[in-house]
């Protein structure tokens, strides 16, 4: 029971980690921006490709994958939502121009690694299996958990004590406000995509370190759990992404616990469902009114 | 000939049935994803439902599933709506998605549907039998677009307050929407179904959501083909790519991921621009029409239409509008002054039906304050707003259409079977539209979106929406901010015209001159409350209002001062 709750916990930061970029995204700009997922996964496999090329450190790794990350981000925003700006049907089009911009990235990566999952080689990141209570954990797990803790409180500090940070939360008031007072719209944004990427690779790096291996649906089996977590925390609430993705992680393993595996996922979504219907602004969120 | 390519062929049509259960939800602006869990639930239940031999020796099971299949699709999506219709945008569309994922748990986890394994049935769909359902939705979708109920659904996905104060029943639309895509949509599991011979939960998956949002997008959805061009493209691409020796497994998916992107950014209205050809411009309708003269007399002068008592609204702790008590009177214009913030606009959607009140009652044209708007725009209530609400995707002379939705009876049905009652009807309503068109002088602009008018023009239209709904009681929010001083005085001499034809008018202006000019009686607001009440000039030179409206000091009579 309580070693369920433990990987719930652990399974839960990867789903904040992964939340958190998503929401950032949607928080700052309305944007829901569907090639996250294959971001993710591309994090994955060019951390997987950069610690085989030049068996650099975990501690190395993370902050070469978030820097290619913050470069994606970048991309991704001139690619798909730039170009959309102002146009009437502006939300629907970044939908689908960004489910095709996930789809170019994929089929990249399928073009540089084949179709073959990759793996970490087995001696990378020697693991170590400790036993608290009880509860085995590895230091994978605990590595995994430690550091979204801190790049999660990272993030907040950044959004709420920095300069960067007032800015988004300015334009995410009001666009055009900012930009009347001095605020660098087009760099906020671009900063923002590169913030949500760089998160969304390290989170795809650090899965694919417990996991040992990546596979081309690694985003998409997280894409769902995603949704259901920035819905639960409150559409672009930070804090409530976080809590969202730990309380939907002891979820599943309870589920897991109780019933069955195959049930695992019934869960993320009946609470969806029902939070959506019962309390659309999430269990932590609060939504603005949109004046009449 | 099309040996060979019996099984593209059918893919296409399948995959346009698919894109058409996108299709209704998008025209009507919802962004609606579970129909993957309206094709699953239909497609177990027809196969299972439906014997699988022919039945009574030569009606394939197909036949009887297809009937079955969008019933059920239907009754799913009727069930589901009533909860997740209240959503709206991202959270609509989330919660729909969480739908469809939890019919596929379930699926995979019942043992009436044999789980993962899935079923197996015999292989009844021919692509001729796939084409005809194709054009048979083509056809259903073609007649619909200029249709009384097709005019309702671009006027809900534009904008939904606007829509309802013209009278259309905003959550009936998305729920007949709704329940079409649920419709369609198990229409195509069925398919599917008995074209591939077999039936797994994975089918119904969220890839196939983004499949047919992608199809519906690509093909355009405000053009009824658009979903079969669509499909066509998506399935050519890599048919073209293999044909030309490019069969590395990457290069598909790459291929077509840059050119949905490339007709995403570079072809805003999805493939059906590059095929629809320039409407004409409209026509002025021909002369033999009186429509003028067939609609409902107005009610006679002096009569009240309008009273109510007691009238709040409340925000948290502020009092928007305190106890105002009104009446209204058929054939009087009436003005209603105050400072900004004094609580007008509240009032008037109070009386429109756009905000309930706090507190109060009473009745408008017999519909009691609290109904919803259509409620009112179908007793004869019609507005503009403050900040324009026009229909942005539409012309000029369907938004004025739009404005007929009241009077003019639903075409439809009939439209589709050619009855030339409907044909008639709506001529009617064109006549109607044009009519107002002149009525303001945007006659020469009505093939034009409303973005390219000038901002008094965009005020006109608005007004020439509202009036086409031949309303008893017409309410201008601030008609004339942003008009210049001969527009005002234009629009003065259009009011008094439309109170010397019997309609009642309820204006809300800062145009002072405009007010003396056109109203007979003015109502002047301040704080959420009425402070003075009565002949126009009188109520002008009353010193409380002088002090409330003006400044105590500007009491110099400003003619178009904007507080």
């Not at chain 2, 003028?292 to 239409?305: E, H, K, Q, S, V």
């Not at chain 2, 106890?323 to 003005?335: A, C, T």
């Not at chain 2, 409620?375 to 002379?397: D, I, M, P, W």
Request: proline share 5%.
């Amino acid at each position: 029971m309580l070693q369920q709750l433990a990987n719930g916990v652990f399974a839960g930061s990867i789903y904040a980690l992964f939340a958190i970029g998503f929401t950032l995204v949607f928080g700052v700009l309305r944007h829901l921006n569907l090639a996250h997922p294959a971001v993710f996964t591309a994090g994955a496999f060019v951390g997987i490709e950069v610690a085989a090329r030049t068996a650099i450190p975990v501690w190395i790794l993370l902050p070469v994958v978030a820097l290619f990350g913050a470069l994606a981000g970048v991309l991704v925003e001139r690619i798909a939502f730039r170009p959309l700006r102002g146009r009437d049907d502006e939300h629907f089009a970044g939908l689908i121009s960004s489910v095709a911009l996930g789809g170019i990235v994929i089929a990249l990566l399928q073009a540089r690694y084949g179709t073959e999952p990759q793996s970490f080689a087995m001696d990378y990141f020697p693991d170590r299996l400790f036993e608290v209570a009880g509860v085995r954990v590895t230091l994978t797990q605990l590595v995994t958990l430690g550091l979204a803790l801190v790049l999660m409180v990272g993030l907040a500090w950044l959004v709420s004590a920095t300069p960067l940070g007032r800015s988004m939360r300015a334009v995410a008031e009001n666009p055009t406000a900012a930009k009347v007072l001095g605020v660098n719209v087009g760099r906020v944004t671009a900063g923002t995509y590169a913030l949500s990427s760089a998160l969304g690779t390290v989170a795809g790096a650090l899965l694919a370190l417990n996991l040992g291996q990546a596979g081309r649906d690694l985003g998409a089996s997280i894409e769902l759990v995603g949704f259901a977590v920035i819905i639960l925390g409150g559409l672009g609430s930070l804090w409530g992404a976080m809590a969202a993705g730990v309380v939907l992680g002891i979820a599943e393993a309870l589920t897991i616990h109780l019933f069955d595996s195959t049930w695992k996922s019934m869960v993320a979504f009946a609470l969806l469902f029902a939070v959506l219907v019962l309390r659309p602004r999430g269990l932590f969120g609060h939504v603005k009114v949109r004046e009449v | 000939m099309l040996e060979g390519y019996n099984t593209i062929i059918t893919v296409i049509a399948l995959g346009a049935i698919l894109a058409y259960s996108f299709h209704v939800v998008l025209m009507a602006g919802q962004l609606s994803l579970g129909q993957a869990g309206f094709a699953s639930l239909a497609a177990y239940t027809s196969t299972l439902v439906v014997p699988a031999e022919p039945i009574a020796g030569s009606i394939s099971p197909v036949v009887v599933g297809l009937p079955v299949g969008a019933a059920v699709g239907a009754a799913a999506a009727f069930v589901v709506g009533l909860p997740v219709l209240r959503l709206r945008g991202v959270f609509l569309a989330i919660a729909t998605i969480a739908f469809g994922e939890m019919v596929r748990v379930v699926v995979n986890n019942a043992e009436w549907t044999n789980g993962a394994l899935g079923l197996r049935v015999d292989k009844w769909v021919t692509f001729d039998f796939a084409w005809i359902i194709v054009a048979v939705l083509a056809y259903l979708f073609w007649r619909l677009g200029p249709s009384r109920s097709g005019r309702a659904f671009a006027a809900v996905r534009e904008d939904e307050l606007a829509a309802g104060s013209m009278g259309v029943d905003v959550v009936r639309t998305r729920m007949a929407s709704f329940i079409a895509s649920g419709a369609i949509a198990g229409v195509y599991g069925v398919l599917f179904a008995y074209f591939f011979g077999r039936l797994t939960p994975a089918t119904f998956d969220f890839s196939l959501t983004v499949n047919g949002l992608v199809t519906a997008v690509l093909g355009g959805y405000l053009v009824f083909f658009g979903p079969v061009l669509g499909a066509g493209f998506l399935t050519a691409v890599p048919e073209v790519q293999k044909a030309l020796g490019l069969e590395a497994g990457w290069i598909h998916p790459l291929v077509t991921g840059a050119l949905l992107l490339a007709v995403i950014l570079f072809l805003p209205g999805g493939l059906s621009t590059l095929f629809s050809r320039m409407r004409p411009a409209p026509r002025r309708p021909g002369p033999d029409y009186a429509p003028l003269d067939a609609l409902d007399p107005l009610p006679d002068r002096g009569t009240p239409i309008a009273e109510v008592r007691g009238l709040a609204k409340r925000y948290g702790a502020v009092d928007a509008v305190r106890g105002v008590d009104l009446e209204i009177r058929s054939g009087e214009v009436l003005g209603i002054i105050g400072p900004n913030g004094a609580g007008k606009t509240t009032l008037v959607n109070m009386i429109s039906g756009l905000e309930p009140p706090t507190a109060g009652e009473g009745t408008i044209l017999g519909v009691p304050l609290g109904s919803r708007p259509h409620r009112f725009a179908q007793a004869g209530v019609s507005r503009t707003f403050q900040h324009s609400k026009l229909f942005e995707r539409l012309t000029v002379l369907d938004n004025v259409l739009v404005g007929t939705h009241v009077v003019s009876r639903p075409t439809y049905l009939r439209r589709l079977a050619w009855l030339p009652s409907a044909r008639r009807d709506e001529r009617r309503a064109l006549a109607l539209a044009w009519a107002q068109l002149e009525r303001v002088g945007l006659a020469d602009r009505a093939g034009l979106r409303p973005g390219a008018l000038s901002y008094g023009d965009r005020r006109r239209l608005e007004i020439a929406r509202a009036l086409a709904a031949h309303p008893t009681l017409l309410i201008l929010d601030e008609p004339a901010a942003g008009m210049n001083h001969v527009e005002a005085a234009e629009l003065a001499s259009l009011i008094r015209g439309l109170a010397d034809d019997g309609v009642t008018v309820l204006f809300i202006e800062h145009n002072v001159k405009m007010v003396l000019e056109a109203c007979t009686r003015l109502v002047v607001l301040d704080f959420g409350a009425v402070i003075a009440e009565g002949e126009p000039r009188e109520v002008a030179a009353d010193p409380r209002v002088v002090e409330a409206y003006l400044g105590a000091e500007a009491a110099d009579d400003e003619e178009t001062e904007h507080v």
